[in-house]
């Protein structure tokens, strides 16, 4: 956590929490965040600080395995096609993890993995893969482990009704404050002659900071992937300056789990070369329902 965004929850999620005492732990930071937003620019070269455990979460339960990436079911119009795009992601997941096997020693049988989730999908358009440290300037925090993954993505497919209501046509920017933890952090750097974005936003630029999100990358399939089979990828913070967090392009399932293998583990970052072609009327929509907490 910044530690600006460290002392924010400090000084003021206490009197928040007992406004509403059933609002969960990223809901309480997020509206500390919101009403107390730093005035002044960020300090340079600050390093994130451990805050601790502050509190349970309602949703705490979504992100408990181990999978770095996670899709959401948010259309139930048509059984047959989710069940056929979920079989197309169990065998692209099952495939990335079968290829990171070691090869198994003559006479003996290989090991072999399970799936419970699915991974996979490419972009129908062509973007940039950047690794993680020329694009942030930072390398990648992810541990080196001998042991290969057993999985790259978990699925939240609700059954019941009530549980359904709450994924139904979710925003990107809704599915990021439910499933993942709120952070600051300095504002993209605003390429010569470019003005300052107006109205201010937190998503894109308040005061020279900008809303980003930690945790699970989030992968959401709507009415769309009925028809095209393509999830919408959501970005968890902006990419150059009036880009904002929340911002989505479209993945098709085949290359989910190889494209989330190599954001997790390989460093790599998706951008388009500099240029603004994340969706449009996702963004209006996120910038719309950030702030009504």
């Known amino acids: 956590m910044h530690p600006v965004l460290a002392e924010i929850v400090q000084k003021h999620y206490a009197a928040e929490k ?3 005492p059933n609002q ?4 309480t930071v997020l509206r500390a965040l919101h009403k107390n937003w730093p005035p002044a620019p960020p300090p340079t070269d600050a390093q994130d600080i451990e805050l601790g455990d502050i509190d349970e979460d309602l949703f705490d339960y979504l992100v408990e395995d181990d999978a770095p990436g996670i899709l959401i079911r948010t259309d139930y119009s048509n059984d ?3 069940a056929a795009f979920h079989a197309k992601l169990l065998s692209s997941e099952q495939d990335i993890l079968t290829s990171l096997l070691p090869p198994a020693a003559e006479g003996e049988a290989g090991p072999s993995i399970s799936t419970s989730t699915s991974t996979s999908s ?5 973007v940039d893969m950047i690794p993680a440290e020329t694009a942030e300037g930072e390398e990648s925090d992810d541990e080196s482990d001998d042991s290969p993954p057993t999985s790259i993505i978990s699925i939240i497919n609700p059954e019941l009704p009530e549980e359904r209501r709450l994924f139904q046509k979710i925003s990107n920017i809704a599915a990021l404050q439910m499933i993942n933890d709120v952070n600051l952090r300095s504002a993209p750097p605003r390429p010569q002659g470019t003005k300052k974005v107006q109205p201010p936003h937190p998503l894109i630029d308040l005061n020279d900071w900008q809303e980003i999100y930690t945790g699970k990358t989030i992968w959401i399939y709507d009415a769309k992937s009925v028809a095209d089979e393509s ?11 009036g880009t904002a967090t929340g911002d989505s ?3 098709r399932v085949s290359h989910i789990p190889e494209l989330q293998f190599n954001m997790t583990y390989l460093g790599m970052q998706v951008n388009f070369g500099g240029l603004d072609r994340w969706d449009f009327p996702e963004r209006e929509r996120n910038l719309r329902e950030s702030t009504n907490l």
């Open 249 to 251: 392009w479209r993945a």
């Open 231 to 241: 999830v919408r990828l959501v970005s968890s913070a902006g990419d150059v300056y």
């Open 80 to 82: 047959e096609a989710w």
């Open 24 to 27: 969960g732990r990223r809901t």
């Open 122 to 126: 490419g972009p129908p358009q062509d």
């Open 18 to 20: 007992a406004r509403d």
